[in-house]
């Protein structure tokens, strides 16, 4: 091994590192490389010969080390879980005080605060980094979420920033807090992901189920939808999703594919999280809960068969221009709702764990490179722009005018949805919640009555000051 001349090193040369590493390259950084598959780090050098001057493979990890230049700056790019840990392990003796270690894999918060809270003290940094955008992300320009200590993230900022999605020339980057503050993002990113892609199902439900459109006329209208409002890249790949075709048959693809979804647990998380805060996250919670359904494919036929005799009210859905724009106002007023519940988790989190989160930047660097990049986001960040104070989105002025407009339309939807029996779980989790939330006068009050009742755990008036317990009948 030469002298220490290389930017950055990546352990973990799996579809998102090895990825990640050519970006690095390209953008005229170099990049160290190992991997527990020795031979795969030497296949990046001679499988990109355009790159391979700013590529170094190391055999062992003590050649990868020294092959970085100070402060060495080791990214972990392999399964989330114990393994970072170990990878961790492995690394540390190996390093000097000021050297970072940054996890860019899809970690669980917490594992990063407590892996942050390991190394305080011991002249090494930690930085936890979510990194979106999948494999063409990760080769291109991905969204990056970074936390950890703010003088850490100065270390890393030339890189990232060029190695980051661009949109309209402002990288996709940003220090968003300490320790877990990235992953955190990355996690709800990703149950926001989540809610998108179950929404967007339930729409092509009706579509299919509701109108007997097929997935051609479908990919048009997706089209269509792409050009206005919901325009983002989840609604441009529907679009060519449905379009395509399989060559053996000449079938819709779409048509041919089990429709059992799996997950990886960042979606879960964003649920777990969203309720250890007390905040309803209920479209993310149901998108998350349908893929479940979803993988239990065999239940639900027999489940099928069971309620066959059920009869449900004819479809009411129009599929002419009306209707269309109908489902696509439905379609878009349910998002904004999903989006505030993501924002409304992210902010409690920001109180908690005092984190400050920013969470315009956030919509910022949303705005390109990762899976839910679209121009709405950029309307989300206009709503925090010069620090506006923003309760949820709900109540965001950006926003009122829109969700007042398009309710009525979700409202049908759901409502002929539900008398078709055509499932529509997130959907009508955001338009509950959008009741819900704006109701003034809710019906909790008969649940503190019932928990006094059986608890003695007290309540609030109305009328009067103070806490009160009430001698009710015995039952
Ligand atoms: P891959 O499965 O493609 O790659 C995993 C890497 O980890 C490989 O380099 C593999 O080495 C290495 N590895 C696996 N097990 C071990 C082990 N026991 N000891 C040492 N090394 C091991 O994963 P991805 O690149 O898809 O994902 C990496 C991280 O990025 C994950 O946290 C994932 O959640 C996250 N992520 C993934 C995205 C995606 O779209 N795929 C998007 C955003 C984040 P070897 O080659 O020897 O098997």
């Known amino acids: 091994m030469g002298t220490a001349s290389a930017d950055i090193g990546v352990i973990g040369l799996g579809t998102m590192g090895a990825n990640l590493a050519l970006n690095i390259a390209e953008k005229g950084f170099t990049v ?209 999703n449905l379009a395509e075709k399989d060559p053996d048959t000449d079938k819709p693809m779409v048509e041919l594919i089990t429709d059992e979804a799996g997950q990886k647990g960042t979606g879960r998380w964003a649920v777990i999280e969203a309720q250890k805060l007390g905040v309803g996250a209920t479209t993310i919670e149901a998108a998350v809960s349908a893929r479940g359904v979803s993988a239990r494919r065999d239940e639900r036929i027999a489940a099928a068969r069971v309620y066959e005799a059920v009869k449900t009210e004819p479809a009411e859905f129009a599929g002419d221009e009306d209707g269309l724009a109908e489902l696509e106002a439905a379609l878009e007023t349910a998002k904004i709702i999903a989006y505030a519940q993501g924002y409304a988790t992210m902010a409690s989190a920001s109180e908690e764990f005092a984190w400050n989160l920013p969470l315009g930047t956030i919509a910022e660097i949303w705005r390109a490179g990762c899976i839910i990049r679209s121009h709405f986001l950029d309307d989300i960040a206009k709503a925090y722009e010069g620090g506006a104070k923003v309760v949820n989105l709900l109540q965001s002025p950006a926003f009122v005018g829109r969700v007042s407009k398009g309710q009525a339309a979700l409202r049908k939807v759901v409502a002929s949805a539900s008398l078709a029996g055509i499932p529509v779980p997130a959907l009508s989790a955001a338009l509950a919640y959008f009741d819900d939330y704006r109701r003034p006068r809710g019906t909790t009050n008969l649940t503190q009555a019932q928990r006094d009742l059986f608890g003695g755990h007290t309540f609030h008036r109305l009328d009067k000051d103070g806490v009160f317990h009430h001698h009710w009948p015995a039952v």
Not at 42 to 71: C, M, R, W, Y
Not at 136 to 150: K, Q, T, W, Y
Not at 218 to 225: K, L, N, P, Q
Request: include cysteine; proline fraction near 5%.
């Open 32 to 240: 160290a490389v190992y991997n527990r598959t020795v031979a795969k780090a030497h296949a990046l050098k001679s499988d990109n010969p355009e790159l391979a001057e700013n590529i170094l493979p190391a055999g062992t990890l003590q050649d990868f080390v020294a092959s970085l230049k100070s402060p060495r700056r080791v990214l972990f790019m392999v399964p989330a879980g114990p393994l970072v840990d170990e990878e961790m392990e492995k690394v540390s003796p190996l390093l000097s005080d000021g050297d970072v270690m940054i996890d860019a894999g899809n970690a669980d918060f917490n594992d990063t605060v407590r892996r942050s809270k390991a190394v305080e003290g011991t002249g090494l940094h930690f930085v936890g980094m979510g990194v979106s955008g999948g494999e063409l992300g990760a080769r291109h320009g991905p969204s990056i979420m970074v936390g950890g200590a703010e003088h850490t993230y100065g270390t890393l900022q030339p890189i990232l920033e060029k190695i980051a999605a661009q949109y309209k020339g402002e990288p996709c980057v940003a220090w968003l807090g300490p320790d877990g503050a990235g992953h955190f993002v990355k996690t709800l990113h990703n149950g926001i992901e989540y809610a998108d892609m179950q929404m967007i199902a339930e729409i092509y439900g009706i579509m299919r189920d509701g109108l007997g459109l097929q997935p051609d006329r479908m990919a048009d209208i997706f089209r269509d939808w792409n050009t206005r409002g919901l325009a983002s890249y989840l609604i441009e790949i529907t679009a060519v």
